[in-house]
């Protein structure tokens, strides 16, 4: 089992009120241990509580699995090593718990769109985890809350990273029970604000070394770093930089290709070559034709014929398509060829995935994908929105791009910034 580090005081205080709260919320910065303190008063409150079946949610099950059943080796699977398995309750994934007060099962579920909320719906819970609670669908949240209503020690936690100042979560959700709270002190209203100075695992050269990577002037140093709630603006990718992820075309010994699509007939279609050597993923070739431009739509055959040009002579793994995009999808499985793959488009995931490989290094663009290299330097957060979304426009190569690198799951550790 993983020990985790000792709590800083402000994560302890947070602990010791969950005691006397039902609805526990942790928001604040990145590597702010935020999933930490709260696994650990969910998995403690677990072992003890009388109601059998609980619930662990996010925006989709994955994002579940990795924030909150792994979290970097202290999640679930490890605070009940050897007392813990994974199975399926009701046909949906779930952990099966041996605690001191008998099995306890917790069901996980995503919840980031309209309707999802009926996986959940029918089903009372002894206590909710909700990860990036500011991601879920509003709708989802409120059935959390619906659902712990009869509940025999009702708790519910919630963590997330800082949105812009009025999005929904804030005005909807947390100022009520603010209010709550400061009308009735034993109201059970429980909030902890946490940043990197809280995680004591991380040596101050550490934390001095990532604070250096970002620009303190933007918003990303407000909300990662200090945990503030503020609108994006600017380069969605401020971080890339041509001198060191564009690369010159050159033979590298390729171990795997992929190729990523963005689909469009009157508005661009965007298409990706990408190949992995030592480690690295190199968008190696792309093609890209907008019907607008040039008042010529293609269809979907026009478009295979296309991507069989760029794989010649070369084994793909899997062609990454928009979910959207059923007919491109048809005719790829109709020849019987590649194996078509519907992307996962989760824009704000898979900005942020973007966002950590490019930091990371994980990704390069050799200097013959032009489409790509100039979205970049105009690829923009939407200024008036109180959603993380950014203006549509200069985003086909982009959203490919996107596609690529979230549905791969090229970055397990979206967190931890290893390259400027």
């Known amino acids: 089992m993983n020990l985790i580090s000792p709590f800083s005081q402000n994560q302890y205080k947070y602990y010791k009120r969950v005691n006397d709260s039902w609805f526990n919320v942790a928001e604040g910065g990145k590597r702010g241990g935020k999933n930490v303190i709260n696994i650990w008063s969910f998995a403690w409150e677990l072992e003890t509580h009388p109601d059998k079946i609980h619930l662990a949610a996010g925006f989709d099950q994955s994002a579940v699995k990795l924030n909150v059943v792994d ?3 202290f999640g679930l699977l490890n605070h009940f090593e050897g007392r813990c398995r994974e199975g399926e309750y009701k046909k949906r994934y779930a952990l099966f718990i041996q605690t001191l007060t008998g099995e306890k099962i917790v069901m996980v ?6 309707r999802d909320e009926n996986r959940i719906a029918g089903q009372s819970y002894g206590m909710v985890y909700v990860t990036e609670a500011n991601r879920c669908h509003p709708y989802g949240i409120q059935e959390c809350f619906d659902r712990t209503l009869a509940s025999s020690r009702r708790k519910i936690f919630h963590d997330l990273n800082p949105r812009a100042e009025g999005h929904w979560y804030y005005t909807d959700v947390l100022s009520y029970h603010e209010t709550q709270q400061k009308q009735n002190d034993k109201y059970g209203y429980n909030y902890g604000h946490f940043t990197i100075l809280d995680n004591l695992s991380l040596s101050q050269e550490h934390i001095n070394k990532e604070i250096a990577t970002y620009d303190k002037s933007r918003a990303w140093y407000q909300r990662d770093i200090l945990g503030k709630r503020k609108t994006l603006e600017g380069l969605v990718y401020p971080m890339f930089n041509v001198d060191y992820h564009v690369v010159k075309v050159a033979a590298r010994p390729y171990e795997k290709y992929w190729v990523s699509v963005d689909y469009g007939t009157y508005n661009p279609f965007s298409m990706g070559l990408w190949g992995l050597a030592n480690g690295v993923y190199y968008r190696i070739a792309e093609y890209y034709h907008s019907g607008r431009s040039t008042n010529m739509e293609k269809t979907a055959g026009d478009y295979y014929r296309e991507l069989e040009n760029m794989t010649k002579g070369k084994k793909i793994e899997s062609v990454i398509v928009d979910p959207s995009a059923s007919y491109f999808i048809a005719e790829i499985r109709k020849h019987n060829k ?21 930091q990371q290094g994980k990704v390069k663009i050799q200097d013959n994908c032009k489409h790509l290299i100039r979205e970049m330097g105009l690829y923009m957060w939407n200024a008036k929105s109180v959603e993380d979304v950014p203006v549509k426009e200069n985003d086909h190569a982009q959203d490919d791009t996107r596609y690529f690198v979230h549905t791969l799951k090229i970055v397990r550790d979206k967190g931890h910034i290893i390259a400027k």
């Open 71 to 73: 979290s970097n080796g």
């Open 109 to 114: 579920a995503g919840l980031g769109k309209e």
């Open 338 to 358: 590649f194996h078509a793959k519907k992307a996962n488009n989760d824009v704000a995931g898979g900005i942020e995935s973007v966002k950590a490989a490019l």
